[in-house]
């Protein structure tokens, strides 16, 4: 019925057709000045966060270990939203003002930091500790082990999962319309509501999506391929 | 010259070890043999400092450490180097080809050259007799293959003393006497070393001395060629019965 | 298509045309379902939203609900976001959007307006502690927190301003107080029913717009049949006064002009 | 200066104490009525279509791994937003009109599905062979293999990441707002956009948000002890 | 009484069997040796169907697999119910109990009543000496007495030949005892038996034919006896001589 009625009136396929070819470059605009930078940005700086909690949660060090975990729990279980909404318009309540692109950096670091944890967390732990032992045997201290030894390891099991991660990330970056940051979702929201036609422009835009997310994908596969050389 | 004095280690409840004291003479080779659980693994593992003992002495070549007292991580780093771990299954780092695997210690934890720590190792493994499968990775080699790795990885450490942990009871039996050949070689060169093996071929051709151990002590110690044919100990005894 | 296809194919004939029907008049269809969906956000006070019970209303819905009782039918609220609404009303969701939606000429392109039911003001708001801007011509070149939805943004950049994207008055105001925007233009009723709110927010208005847009409820195009009936009870109300009864209950005056 | 402002301000903060105890009722209700059974609903439905997804991509018949292939790009590649407004506003367009509450959970759950459904993969994949055969060899199905002996070692291993899943749901709800269902967000909105005190009113959502959650990760926890009883 | 006529197994280039004819009369046992990658344990896969041989016809009690042909899934389901298999390295359901092991196939595959399953369960498990181990998980078990459930397992299914796949290999030496036990036990009560294995002590104690492969072919055939003091074979006896 829908297709019908599009190709029944040819005005309106005519105006469809217009609308999908004139939105794609500005929500293009918006992909590659915000979304993607973005996503890169916080997936790198949120894995260095990763790491260092996963390392923490399993540490010796109660406090340490005690705060990772507050920390994990706190931002999985509280809505992404909601953490971009405190930093962006309750930190200047404390004197803490930040930027657009910076807030969102934080909040989606922060996110990416405490799911990815348990991830990397669970990877260390599967890693054997013959492995460990190999590497103290020859004289290692535990940070040259973890370096040399059990993240190169590690990083092979937490690819499939982190790409999950990384992958939903590009996704919620629409969220940093919410600090002011006009990425491409927030494009497609302007168009739209221009022109009311918020099914085709949303759809338009969940293709660019995936077509990043399609990358996202192959460059997981390639990962895979690559870390699986050894095995 | 290695000596063990009085060590005790515990884990929770199970004490495994009892007061093993122990002496091995520079370029000597001693055989651990006894039954499972006796704790053999477990005094080669404090050898090398993985399990922290409850209380004892252990000295190597005048470096001494004593449990009683709290042990800093540091003198630990270095009392490790003085030994050299050979596992039970391998432990190479499947991550690395066999050359980058015993190159690995003397870049990191000595940082010498690269250029120089790869003609080193490539040394090392032509040694063990694996100077085609340089740039292996583990999964590309046999067990036996792997095994003879480990001692290379081992042994560019430059240790003391090498300990070895059932060093072939993973292997296919056709794959055993290439690795005891390589351990052999070790032995003649006067290469100080402690093996847990029941391959009693390597006992009888190689060792200075036997020790049996049970129950977390050493029971009974003698040259091959006594303990086999003429164990003093029952217990001894009847554990050579069941294995041969 | 052989013979054995026709049947069907008169069948479809017959079911298009039935459909047709109730396509071109809504209003039949509901009164049929003795209905009348209506969407809105319900978010967006005084217009609509949620007292403290919980329960809907505001000023367009209680003349949304008027309108419906005139009419004959049950007035359903469907409540959902701005984007949604569109797509919803497209969707054949619902039959009438109330929700303070302007009437603009692009909006008219794509959709039908019931008769306007209010007038309001556009207002230039700035943060108190603002002593330079005084009229809609200083805001040149500063950035103005315009919500996508409504026609203020043209306003907006029409006097030069650049725009700063939100999702609604209230990010506006939020932005104005923190000092990260240096104005906000929006609808006059919708600032003062903030401010009772808030009595303390730091924002104050600096200049009122001369023209004043007009509201409307919305429809799909080809609604016509509905539209006559609303536009119909939307009259008899103003004649009887129940209209400036509802407006004052809200407002206080008659924001009909 | 937030802080300070409040407790420097009698009034203010009694207004706010009040504002937080009185919307405390509606979230709750939304809570119950809505988030907590779409939660649920959602995941056990979505779950049981991740199982048939990682089968069907491990199978060997091609035509059943493309289609679960593309299915799994889609969603895992285009915004749950979208996802939402197709289902309930794109498909009236071809004559299929959906309930709002039926339209949320067809939704979450083919989310669910395609998210989940890499990690049972994943999870089937890392069972030894050995345990097929040892099935097959006491003359086992394929079908009773995988019931008695693969899935339950793959329940093990994907406890923690199929938790995180979880927890990404509860929160992901408040999308379904989108589609008319009254979850504990919208009732969020509701309450701040009368009285303006947003910050306020989602922290306290966040708050409820992080109770449920905890208590799912308490389940994880039991989940996984119980699990790793034979190990 | 099993046969096997002209089995082929091709993995994509590698051809790993290149026609075995083997016959093997009821009750006897067969022990096969051989050097690593010689197709022993193919052998047994193929006739536990595990793998699918490229050619030759297996036959078992008169039910017979034509593998020239194509073979319905069924009728393998229905063969391979007539062999048990036990594994080098048991793969025990670790999720399971010893018992639920062992109760598994009869209850699933066959359909048994629980308790009747139970009660068959526990009798097995009392024959290979586990009747104080029942309630135990694989996990808490030693090698030796996973490998015995691992028999039990198969028994429970009253196969017509069990087939071992070096059972012992990955024991400790004091624990290969307690398993040989069991399986000579099987093999008086006049079970078929068909075992890879490299322990010369149950080869010549049990079997009543040695076979040696190599290459993917059958090289010689005789009684122990025989074989292991003069091999008619220059491979048989480089390879005796090399794992002895
Ligand atoms: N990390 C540990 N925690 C608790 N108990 C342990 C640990 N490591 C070893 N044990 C116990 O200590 C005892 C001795 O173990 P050990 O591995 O030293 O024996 P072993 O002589 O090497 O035996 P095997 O011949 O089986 O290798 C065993 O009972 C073992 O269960
Ligand atoms: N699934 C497979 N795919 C490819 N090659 C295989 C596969 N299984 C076995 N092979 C190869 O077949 C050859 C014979 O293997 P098989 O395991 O039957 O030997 P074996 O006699 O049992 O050796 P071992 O004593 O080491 O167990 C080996 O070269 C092996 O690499
Ligand atoms: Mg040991
Ligand atoms: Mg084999």
Known sequence: MYLNSIFADPERTARLMDIAKTSLQPMLEGAIMNTIPLTIISFIVGIILAVLTALARISQGKVLRGIAGVYVSAIRGTPLLVQLFIIFYGLPNVGITLDPFLSAVIGFSLSIGAYASEIIRAAILSIPKGQWEAGYSIGMTYAQALKRIILPQAARVSVPPLSNSFISLVKDTSLASLVLVTEMFRRAQEIASRNYEFLLVYTEAALIYWVICFFLSVLQQYMEKRLDRYV | ?244 | ACGKDDKADKNKKTDNKTAEKTENDLLAKVKDDGKILIGTEGTYPPFTFHDTNGNLTGFDVDLAEEVAKRIGVKAEFKETQWDAMFAGLDAKRFDMIANEVGIRPDRQEKYDFSDPYITSAAVLVTNKSNTKVKSFEDIKGLNSAQSLTSNYGDMAKKYGANLVGVDGFQQAVELLAQNRVDVTINDKIAYLDYTKQKPDAPIKIVATGEDASSSGFMFRKKSDTLVDSVNKALKDMVDDGTYKKISEKWFGVDVLK
């Open chain 2, 1 to 244: 010259m290695i000596s063990i004095k009085g060590l005790h280690k515990q884990f929770d409840q199970l004490e495994v070890l009892k007061g093993i004291d122990l002496e091995v003479g520079k370029g000597k080779v001693v055989v651990v043999i006894g039954p499972s659980g006796s704790g053999k693994t477990t005094m080669l593992r404090c050898l090398n400092v993985l399990e922290i003992p409850t209380k004892g002495i252990i000295s190597i070549e005048g470096n001494s450490l004593d449990f009683s007292k709290n042990v800093p991580k540091k003198s630990i780093a270095v009392f490790r180097r003085l030994t050299g771990m050979v596992f039970q299954n391998y432990n190479l780092f499947p991550h690395r080809t066999a050359l980058e695997n015993v190159m690995e210690g003397p870049v990191v934890v000595k940082g010498m050259e690269k250029s120089k720590a790869r003609e080193k190792a490539a040394a090392l493994l032509q040694k063990v007799g694996l100077g085609d499968k340089m740039d292996y990775f583990p999964s590309q080699l046999s067990g036996g293959q792997q095994q003879r790795v480990g001692i290379a990885r081992a042994l560019a450490m430059e240790p003391e003393v090498m300990l070895f942990d059932e060093p072939t009871s993973a292997l296919d039996p056709e794959l055993v006497g290439e690795v005891l050949r390589v351990m052999k070689d070790l032995a003649q060169e006067g290469m100080t070393m402690i093996v847990v093996t029941h391959e009693m071929r390597f006992a009888r051709e190689a060792a200075d001395e036997v020790i049996f151990m049970d129950g977390g002590v050493v029971v009974e110690r003698n040259k091959p060629e006594e303990i086999f044919i003429n164990p003093k100990e029952e217990r001894t005894r009847k554990f050579l019965n069941m294995i041969q």
